[in-house]
Nanobody
Framework: QVQVVESGGGLVQPGGSLRLSCAAS????????MGWFRQAPGKERDFVAR????????DYADSVKGRFTISRDNAKNTIYLQMNSLKPEDTAVYYC???????????WGQGTQVTVSS
C-alpha cells in the first residue's frame, strides 16, 4: 500500500556529516507524519525525528537536537535527515516510518546503516 525506501547511510568520522533520504510511494494520500528511528544491535528502536505533514512542524529526540535537521520535499513525498556533528553513539540502522491517516497504519522502510567511527 505504501512503499518506503531509505538511502544515504554510510561510514563517517566523528564530527562529520551525512544526509539520509526517505521516499514514500504508493498510496501517499493521507500521509500524516513521516519520521526517523534508529536501532543499534541488541537495543530497542528509538525515535529520532518526526515531521508532521499537515504543517511541517518537527520534533527531535533530545540526543540529536541542534545536530540533526528533518525536512521534506512535498512534490517527491520525501523526507531528509541532515546529520551534523556526528558521534560514535549515533551509529545505528536508521529506519524511516510513514503514518497514513487514511489507511490507519504505519509503514517502515528497510533501514540504512550509519556508522560513525575513526
Amino acid at each position: 500500500q505504501v512503499q518506503v525506501v531509505e538511502s544515504g547511510g554510510g561510514l563517517v568520522q566523528p564530527g562529520g556529516s551525512l544526509r539520509l533520504s526517505c521516499a514514500a510511494s504508493g498510496r501517499t494520500a493521507g500521509t500524516y507524519a513521516m519520521g526517523w528511528f534508529r536501532q543499534a544491535p541488541g537495543k530497542e528502536r528509538d525515535f529520532v525525528a518526526r515531521l508532521w505533514w499537515t504543517n511541517g512542524s518537527t520534533d527531535y529526540a533530545d540526543s540529536v537536537k541542534g545536530r540533526f535537521t528533518i525536512s521534506r520535499d512535498n512534490a517527491k513525498n520525501t523526507i531528509y535527515l541532515q546529520m551534523n556533528s556526528l558521534k560514535p553513539e549515533d551509529t545505528a540502522v536508521y529506519y524511516c516510518n510513514v503514518y497514513n491517516y487514511n489507511l490507519g497504519s504505519s509503514f517502515w522502510g528497510q533501514g540504512t546503516q550509519v556508522t560513525v567511527s575513526s
